[in-house]
């Protein structure tokens, strides 16, 4: 059984999103967001296969400039596929977990083995390792408790993995994905049932609105 | 690799690169539909799949490899390394043939994941995080009416993207063969990032509407 199967996914991704996951432009925060929430959701899994055919098409359809292949190309080709068939690494093993199976790649290991920091207010977050260009972390926020109050400079977007938070923009439960760009401040709280972990992406800091918190950003990577 | 496929690599060690084009460029001109097209690179996979058949792997060569080396070439590929991963995608095709499922993706679409992930790896240099539950098999043989409704969608995909207005249809083209932020679409085109999203957002919408 497979308990990440039909959950009720109220906020999804945009279309931008999954299109620049489907073209590979993506920073890899992103991605890691995008193969997270899609492997618990079958709209945006539906909608980025929509993306994949509108790239199979233009590939397939549209006229590309120039390009010729090498007059050796075939035969090396040939020759490439003569030497065998490489290694492909055997499909992990899937066992139920809060944890969609692209997160737990890039922990290693499952939510009990997570190094929580503590940042402040009862909050705890964990830094995954991405490329630069954007920032992935795993947060942990206490039931019933609040984040810091804070807005964004680029774009930030939060899931749900398990409890739920509420903010401005609504209600949101596991797989759940709640966007926030440049000019929106606000404050989730999470639901008072259960600790609420979320994973939270982002191609720019956070900027915390205390004083405090701003100090703390200088120093902890958030 | 069975006995059985070994052999009739052998025999058609002969059939040249040449051949296949010209034999393809002939098809060509009996008009081919799209449809037609699709149901053909579908049976050179399963050909490839069953025979290790060169001449059908030599048709999808010579049609998706320059298209392949384009797309990288484009994303920031010198020519060099664009030929060398568009030879790799191709044996990835023909090596991975057997994982190929026509219900879930035209043979277009497939080549084209193939290919952005290689992207991926070698241009941008990043680890490739992938949905759960996505592997291309290995699965039964797939039922035939989810072959053909996947089809008709393809189709049906294909005529709105051709329907879309001009303007549209180079964004598109732009977020997926330009290797193209929407911010960095923005700077080239001289347009605010909202127009950009709105616009890209009314061709995603037009091509939804245009499904229903």
């Known amino acids: 059984m497979n308990k990440m199967m039909s959950i009720d996914i109220k906020h999804h991704l945009t279309d931008e999103i999954l299109m620049g996951y489907s073209a590979g432009t993506l920073p890899e925060a992103f991605n890691l967001m995008v193969a997270t929430h899609v492997s618990l959701c079958d709209t945006c899994r539906a909608q980025l296969a929509a993306c994949d055919a509108v790239g199979g098409i233009l590939l397939d359809e549209h006229d590309v400039p120039n390009t010729q ?27 139920p977990s809060v944890l969609p199976s692209p997160l737990r790649d890039y922990i290693g290991s499952d939510l009990n083995e997570i190094k929580w920091r503590p940042i402040g207010m009862g909050v705890k977050q964990a830094i ?12 942990m926020i206490p039931a019933g408790a609040a984040m810091p109050d804070h807005g964004h400079n680029g774009l930030e977007m939060t899931m749900v993995l398990q409890g739920a938070f509420q903010d401005d923009d609504g209600y949101f439960a596991r797989g759940d994905v709640d966007i926030a760009d440049s000019d929106l401040e606000h404050t989730p709280m999470a639901d008072i049932h259960e600790d609420c972990i979320c994973l939270a992406v982002s191609d720019a800091p956070l900027r915390f609105k205390g004083i405090l918190p701003r100090i703390m950003q200088s120093f902890i990577r958030i | 690799m069975s006995a059985r496929s070994h052999n009739v690599l052998s025999r058609r060690r002969s059939v040249n690169f040449q051949t296949a084009t010209t034999r393809l460029v002939a098809v060509g001109s009996k008009r081919v539909t799209n449809e037609n097209k699709r149901n053909l690179w579908i049976s050179h996979v399963h050909r490839i799949r069953d025979d290790a058949d060169k001449a059908a792997f030599a048709d999808l060569y010579a049609h998706f490899a320059p298209r392949v080396k384009g797309f990288l070439i484009n994303s920031g590929a010198d020519g060099y390394l664009a030929e060398e991963c568009a030879q790799e995608v191709m044996a990835t095709l023909w090596h991975k043939a057997h994982l190929f499922d026509p219900s879930r993706a035209s043979v277009a679409t497939w080549i084209f994941t193939i290919a952005r992930n290689r992207k991926i790896d070698i241009l941008r240099k990043q680890r490739r995080p992938e949905p759960e539950d996505l592997t291309w098999g290995p699965e039964e043989e797939p039922d035939q009416t989810d072959v053909l409704a996947l089809q008709q969608e393809t189709e049906t995909l294909s005529k709105a993207l051709t329907a879309l207005p001009a303007a549209q249809r180079e964004l598109i083209e732009q977020a997926y063969f330009g290797d193209m ?28 509407q245009t499904m229903k």
Request: aromatic residues 2%; without cysteine; charged residues 25%.
């Open chain 1, 69 to 95: 292949m090498q007059p050796d190309s075939f035969a090396a080709t040939i020759a490439m596929i003569e030497q065998g068939v490489p290694i492909t690494k055997a499909p992990a093993v899937k066992k």
């Open chain 2, 181 to 208: 932020s929407h911010s960095e679409i923005a700077k080239k085109t001289g347009l605010p990032l909202g127009t950009i999203k709105s616009r890209l957002r009314l061709g995603l919408e037009r091509l939804r």
């Open chain 1, 128 to 139: 995954l390792p991405t490329s630069k260009q954007a920032s992935a972390r795993l947060l």
